[in-house]
């Protein structure tokens, strides 16, 4: 029977993580089972830095981006000599399952306890949308609203200097931000790592927009595929336009989440719950077609890859 529980946020943060953690305290709550607070993801786990929640605890935070139990990344959690550190940490203080909140990486950590027999929950909590088993992770509709505006404000500049503007934007090996970003924020160009990169032709297209008459445009690109100032230099030698790159790095993560991701955090932290009580363990949460579901954390992490929307890829290709 689960009459105690903790819960972490680990890796990088996302707006919405806040409002899952008061789902859980609260569904908790009313399903008389006491939650401990983990502070600073998995190694406040193995440090034992842990606090009490309760209904006060998460008052007036649905609102605050970032998560209030704070957050790191701890490679050292994948030795299971530090594991054993962590699930006696947690039976010396009577707990029975542990809820994590973040992404692939919070997911392998979760895995890692369970095969030791200690029951887990996964829900998604990051901005890259980039976990397998749900259309939307909490923190990427926020993290959306926030790129779409500074590329709004990048575009009014752009057509004033009759520029080249690139904008990196966040999501690791998942182009989902930068391809829902880009149709959002009407970008020329689009460059996600889901197809080929060829700096080439990308300059060639620019070049022929240009002799079309096009005065301005604004490139959208997914972090870690090139230097985006190198980038910017080489467009800027070989279209004879001025050419600037923006990284809009950590800004994306920040902010009061908007409306989409309290009600999804509010709704998976309430099917955490669910699951802890029907015994259902080593599961992670997701949503698909507005239902939630979930799976095994196992299958997720080992045997399938997000796949992109390629209807939307069609889209975007028709648009410019």
Known sequence: MIKKIAVLTSGGDAPGMNAAIRSIVRTSYNNKIQVIGILNGYRGLCKNKMINLNNNKVSNIINRGGTFLGTARYMNFFEKKIRKIAIKNMQDKGIDALIVIGGNGTYAGANALHKMNFPCIGIPGTIDND???????????????TIVKSIDQLRDTSFSHQRISIVEIMGRKCGDLTLSAAIAGGCEFIVIPEIKYDEKKLIQNIKKSIKKGKKHAVVAITEHICNVKKLAKKIEF????????????????????????RILASKMGFFSIELLLKKKFGKCIGIKNDKIIYHDIEKALNFMKKKINKKLIIISKNLY
């Open 238 to 261: 070989y279209t004879k336009k001025e050419t600037r790159a923006t990284i809009l790095g950590h800004i994306q993560r920040g902010g009061s989440p908007v409306a989409f991701d």
């Open 131 to 145: 976990v397998f088993g749900t259309d939307y992770t909490i923190g990427y509709s926020t993290a959306l609203e």
